[in-house]
């Protein structure tokens, strides 16, 4: 059991987006079309630069521009865990 796992609803927890800064280690999803599929992937990467809701991950020497709310910090359930588990929202209601 994880500080992210809500005991409400059984969803994930957001993680605290605001406390992403420069340097800090994040996940992410990239998506790319392969074909007829698209290929989603989470990769690692470090932030680089914070512009509002938009981050600048370095990631294997690639450079990624990365909306906030598809980033997780390091520690936190990945991206696709959300997509998979659901994100909770008790806290908006209370
Ligand atoms: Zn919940």
């Not at 280690?25 to 790319?32: G, L």
């Not at 392969?34 to 990631?59: H, M, P, W, Y």
Request: include cysteine.
């Amino acid at each position: 059991m994880s500080d992210y796992d809500c005991n409400t609803c059984g969803k994930k927890r957001r993680p605290d987006l605001s406390q992403i800064r420069e340097g800090d280690k994040v996940s992410f999803v990239t998506a790319t079309q392969r074909g007829r599929s698209i290929r989603i992937s989470t990769k690692e990467g470090k932030v680089l630069q914070v512009l509002d809701e938009t981050l600048s991950i370095e990631s294997r020497k690639k450079l990624y521009r990365v909306n906030k709310g598809d980033a997780t910090p390091q520690g936190a359930p990945s991206p696709l865990t959300y997509a998979l588990c659901g994100t909770c929202d008790c806290q908006a209601e209370g």
